[in-house]
T-cell receptor, first 110, second 117 residues
Framework: GDSVTQMEGPVTLSEEAFLTINCTYT??????LFWYVQYPGEGLQLLLK?????DKGSNKGFEATYRKETTSFHLEKGSVQVSDSAVYFC?????????FGPGTSLSVIP | DAGITQSPRYKITETGRQVTLMCHQT?????MFWYRQDLGHGLRLIYY???????DKGEVPDGYVVSRSKTENFPLTLESATRSQTSVYFC????????????????FGPGTRLTVL
């Protein structure tokens, strides 16, 4: 069935390390792709999005490119901070379907 | 307050009881959604609504009922709560001002933590 797969967590990195969180999907259609972030005890907040193939979304130093050929939307950041510690969700959303990935927990240590 | 709010934030109930979770948004967004969040499953869509009086099932609708008589409110009712419905429930809304695309950014509420004993 349709699904969004994210790399297993938890991920633990040292401050200023490079971050990659992989996201791949199997659903078919013409979706927009999103990365959401959830801080402890809070709801999800939009981090970035891409609305069509080859689009790059970026925000707060995070980037992700919508790769239709590899059905992927990997999240990257060149230098993580302690404040980036959170759970990150990849989402595939079309006009009639919403699929969230399971989330990847990130801990950044000083 | 502007935005999307959920009430209650925490709820403990017993098996078999009826529970209603409330969701209210002030943006007049057309679309509203209910999700549950469980460890290992991420977010799963329960129900969504494209407009007042229009609702549709998501991935896990069994045991839940929704209604949307007004654009700004989207209550979720557990008619007879079960332990498997212990979860964190999130409401979200999104705008379709850019046309027919329902897949604009979704704005999430703070969540309701429900425990069914």
């Amino acid at each position: 069935g349709d699904s969004v797969t994210q790399m297993e967590g938890p991920v633990t990195l040292s401050e200023e390390a490079f971050l990659t969180i992989n996201c791949t999907y199997t659903a078919t259609g013409y979706p927009s792709l999103f990365w959401y972030v959830q801080y402890p005890g809070e709801g999800l907040q939009l981090l970035l999005k891409a609305t069509k193939a080859d689009d790059k979304g970026s925000n707060k130093g995070f980037e992700a490119t919508y790769r239709k050929e590899t059905t992927s939307f990997h999240l990257e950041k060149g230098s993580v901070q302690v404040s980036d510690s959170a759970v990150y969700f990849c989402a595939w959303i079309s006009y009639d379907k919403v699929i969230f990935g399971p989330g990847t927990s990130l801990s950044v240590i000083p | 307050d502007a935005g999307i709010t959920q009430s209650p934030r925490y709820k403990i109930t017993e098996t078999g009881r009826q529970v209603t979770l409330m969701c209210h948004q002030t943006w007049s967004h057309s679309y509203m959604f209910w999700y549950r969040q469980d460890l290992g499953h991420g977010l799963r869509l329960i129900y969504y609504s494209a407009a007042a009086d229009i609702t549709d099932k998501g991935e896990v609708p069994d045991g839940y009922v929704v209604s949307r008589s007004k654009t700004e409110n989207f209550p979720l009712t557990l008619e007879s709560a079960t332990r498997s419905q212990t979860s964190v429930y999130f409401c979200a809304s999104s705008d379709t001002a850019s046309g027919t695309r329902a897949y604009n950014e979704q704005f999430f509420g703070p969540g309701t933590r429900l425990t069914v004993l």
